[in-house]
């Protein structure tokens, strides 16, 4: 009776002991197979610094192969071009971690693949004295441009190839030096104008009149209006308790929708939210991808949209207007103008093009996909042709460029301090099209503070 009870604990613990070991063994699986890239990319694991200590890390380069990174020696870290590339680059240490580029193609760079991070420990045994080089879609020569047309003032600017969905230009100011994060972690992170901030990805602002396009599209598409229909500024509109005004108390008097949108008349906007509603607006927003997120080697912050089913009539106007709670990032915006440059068609945002081990071969190598239709290509044609419009003959001729095809729309974004100056759009230039946007904190007029730098991106383009 004894021995049979004896043999019944032993099996019950064996029982135990079994699922508990079963459980851990799951638990290995799990993190070296589901958890492996996130574990690998996060900034505190320091798997990938220790490796500096005895490998030479691969460089960060341009489009054109230009080092944006380098190591001339193991546990050494040069940026040539110091806080021009910092939102891209990232930095890079053993005791903050790591951001941006550093961050997500570390183990690259390290000389260790995903595929080897999973082998944990034994990954040493298939190491690289050298790491892979990774080669963005940034164009140094722009982002220069777009860094030294921001000055001193803080600001973002984004420009990327509409057909390809590649990022040309990530700019945002002010910045750090990589160099020497760890030496300045401090100042850094008490700094108010918050250098560390990426503004470009993570800076959420409301977007003006630049979100006048999209409104526009929605008001054509669900046909409470047409092309025909002609509306009466007289400088306000008056929603129940509340009124909005044109900017620099302008009165537009009577103009159709393709005028409206170039002269960038509030009234005429504001209604038509009022028409759209709160389902419509939500719709509309939904269609241009303003409830998804770009992550990766982009880490976009999401768009704060207002609860469309809760807004009141004041609100819905302000919406029209790029008003009420909304706020966006630079890069949306972006993504918003090439939608009307590329037939409707927004490409997936990429920065990593390729990566290339010390020997020439490419491991890994971006193919462009298509991330959403957000228009057709009739009236994505037709809103482009009005947005030059814009340029020639509006609020964005400071934009214009002789033997380029330019197109935008400016906005002045009421905030908490003085506005902010947008300007948003698109240009086809040798063969290419490239859509940008470009905010300029609490700077004033998009036309006069932010459309004389896409004009300058857009020389330098054509200059290329």
């Given at each position: 009776?004894?021995?049979?009870?004896?043999?019944?604990?032993?099996?019950?613990?064996?029982?135990?002991?079994?699922?508990?070991?079963?459980?851990?063994?799951?638990?290995?699986?799990?993190?070296?197979?589901?958890?492996?890239?996130?574990?690998?990319?996060?900034?505190?694991?320091?798997?990938?610094?220790?490796?500096?200590?005895?490998?030479?890390?691969?460089?960060?380069?341009?489009?054109?192969?230009?080092?944006?990174?380098?190591?001339?020696?193991?546990?050494?870290?040069?940026y040539?071009?110091?806080?021009?590339?910092?939102?891209?680059?990232?930095?890079?240490?053993?005791?903050?971690?790591?951001?941006?580029?550093?961050?997500?193609?570390?183990?690259?760079?390290?000389?260790?693949?995903?595929?080897?991070?999973?082998?944990?420990?034994?990954?040493?045994?298939?190491?690289?004295?050298?790491?892979?080089?990774?080669?963005?879609t940034?164009?140094?020569?722009?982002?220069?441009?777009?860094?030294?047309?921001?000055g001193?003032?803080?600001?973002?600017?984004?420009?990327?190839?509409?057909?390809?969905?590649?990022?040309?230009v990530?700019?945002?100011?002010?910045?750090?030096?990589?160099?020497?994060?760890?030496?300045?972690?401090?100042?850094?992170?008490?700094?108010?104008?918050?250098?560390?901030?990426?503004?470009?990805?993570?800076?959420?602002?409301p977007?003006?009149?630049?979100?006048?396009?999209?409104?526009?599209?929605?008001?054509l598409?669900?046909?409470?209006?047409?092309?025909?229909?002609?509306?009466?500024?007289?400088?306000?509109?008056?929603?129940?308790?509340?009124?909005?005004?044109e900017?620099?108390?302008?009165?537009?008097?009577?103009?159709d929708?393709?005028?409206?949108?170039?002269?960038?008349?509030?009234?005429?906007?504001?209604?038509?939210?009022?028409?759209?509603?709160g389902?419509?607006?939500?719709?509309?927003?939904?269609?241009?991808?303003?409830?998804?997120?770009?992550?990766?080697?982009?880490?976009?912050?999401?768009?704060?949209?207002?609860?469309?089913?809760?807004?009141?009539?004041?609100?819905?106007?302000?919406?029209?207007?790029?008003?009420?709670?909304?706020?966006?990032?630079?890069?949306?915006?972006?993504?918003?103008?090439?939608?009307?440059?590329?037939?409707?068609?927004?490409?997936?945002?990429?920065?990593?093009?390729?990566?290339?081990?010390?020997?020439?071969?490419?491991?890994?190598?971006?193919?462009?996909?298509?991330?959403?239709?957000?228009?057709?290509?009739?009236?994505?044609?037709?809103?482009?042709?009005?947005?030059?419009?814009?340029?020639?003959e509006?609020?964005?001729?400071?934009?214009?460029?002789?033997?380029?095809?330019?197109?935008?729309?400016?906005?002045?974004?009421?905030?908490?301090?003085?506005?902010?100056?947008?300007?948003?759009?698109?240009?086809?230039?040798?063969?290419?099209?490239?859509?940008?946007?470009?905010?300029?904190?609490?700077?004033?007029?998009?036309?006069?503070?932010?459309?004389?730098?896409?004009?300058?991106?857009?020389?330098?383009?054509?200059?290329?």
């Amino acid at each position: 009776m004894i021995e049979r009870n004896n043999t019944k604990y032993i099996l019950r613990s064996a029982v135990f002991l079994l699922l508990l070991f079963s459980g851990l063994a799951l638990y290995v699986v799990y993190l070296q197979v589901w958890k492996a890239d996130w574990l690998s990319e996060h900034p505190l694991n320091r798997r990938a610094a220790v490796a500096e200590d005895s490998v030479q890390r691969g460089s960060i380069l341009d489009r054109k192969g230009e080092a944006l990174a380098l190591s001339p020696t193991a546990g050494e870290r040069r940026y040539p071009y110091g806080k021009i590339m910092a939102p891209v680059t990232g930095y890079l240490d053993d005791t903050i971690g790591s951001t941006g580029i550093e961050a997500y193609k570390g183990a690259e760079l390290s000389g260790s693949s995903r595929l080897l991070g999973r082998l944990g420990p034994l990954a040493q045994l298939f190491s690289s004295a050298h790491g892979d080089d990774v080669y963005l879609t940034i164009d140094a020569e722009l982002q220069e441009t777009a860094y030294e047309a921001l000055g001193e003032r803080r600001g973002a600017v984004v420009m990327l190839d509409a057909k390809s969905g590649a990022v040309l230009v990530l700019v945002s100011r002010p910045s750090f030096d990589p160099t020497d994060v760890q030496a300045r972690w401090s100042s850094l992170r008490q700094d108010e104008a918050s250098p560390l901030l990426n503004r470009a990805l993570q800076g959420l602002y409301p977007p003006g009149s630049t979100i006048k396009p999209l409104i526009l599209d929605a008001a054509l598409e669900n046909e409470v209006t047409d092309l025909k229909e002609i509306f009466t500024c007289t400088g306000a509109l008056e929603v129940g308790d509340s009124v909005i005004h044109e900017s620099h108390g302008a009165v537009h008097g009577r103009l159709d929708v393709e005028h409206a949108l170039i002269e960038s008349c509030n009234t005429t906007f504001g209604t038509l939210a009022l028409r759209l509603g709160g389902k419509r607006l939500a719709d509309a927003f939904r269609r241009f991808g303003f409830e998804e997120t770009v992550q990766g080697d982009l880490e976009e912050a999401a768009a704060h949209l207002p609860n469309f089913d809760a807004l009141g009539q004041g609100d819905t106007a302000q919406v029209g207007i790029g008003q009420s709670t909304l706020l966006v990032t630079p890069l949306h915006m972006a993504l918003l103008a090439a939608a009307f440059v590329n037939d409707g068609v927004v490409m997936k945002p990429y920065l990593v093009e390729r990566v290339v081990t010390p020997g020439g071969i490419t491991l890994e190598k971006h193919t462009s996909e298509k991330w959403f239709e957000a228009t057709t290509a009739a009236r994505a044609s037709l809103i482009h042709g009005f947005m030059e419009e814009v340029v020639r003959e509006g609020t964005g001729r400071a934009a214009e460029i002789i033997g380029a095809r330019v197109a935008g729309k400016t906005g002045t974004a009421e905030n908490a301090g003085k506005d902010h100056a947008w300007f948003i759009g698109s240009a086809e230039v040798n063969g290419r099209k490239v859509a940008y946007a470009i905010i300029v904190e609490n700077s004033g007029g998009g036309g006069a503070e932010a459309a004389p730098i896409a004009g300058k991106l857009i020389k330098r383009l054509q200059d290329d």
